[in-house]
Nanobody
Framework: QVQLVESGGGLVQAGGSLRLSCAAS????????MGWFRQAPGKGREFVGA???????HSADSLKGRFTISRDNAKNTVYLQMNSLKPEDTAVYYC?????????????????WGQGTQVTVSS
């Protein structure tokens, strides 16, 4: 079992930055693939990025250059650095963990989910 707790969301003006954190517990963190997803009102869950235990990453093409995913295995934490935020980035952001050691952009491939953290970008 893996417990995930996101933090760092909030209200930010367009052009600003936020860093989300996701703390994991309950299983060897370094063996997990960690993913970030987001869900805007009325829309499906959208892939943001994923990172493997060896820090290889896969990011959504539309977000490359603005969003960066990283992890600190010593702290059992994965991060999402978001820069140049736009109003359309407004969503609930979720952290997820996958036991199979392959990066994936599909929510159904992830085994554990956090409760989500709200990010609101004002224009």
């Amino acid at each position: 079992q893996v417990q995930l707790v996101e933090s760092g969301g909030g209200l930010v003006q367009a052009g600003g930055s936020l860093r989300l954190s996701c703390a994991a517990s309950g299983r060897t963190f370094s063996s997990l693939v960690m993913g970030w997803f987001r869900q805007a009102p009325g829309k499906g869950r959208e892939f943001v990025g994923a990172i493997g235990g060896n820090t290889n990453t896969h990011s959504a093409d539309s977000l490359k250059g603005r969003f960066t995913i990283s992890r600190d295995n010593a702290k059992n934490t994965v991060y999402l650095q978001m820069n140049s935020l736009k109003p359309e980035d407004t969503a609930v952001y979720y952290c997820a963990a996958r036991q199979v050691r392959l990066l994936s952009s599909f929510p159904s491939n992830y085994d554990y989910w956090g409760q989500g953290t709200q990010v609101t970008v004002s224009s």
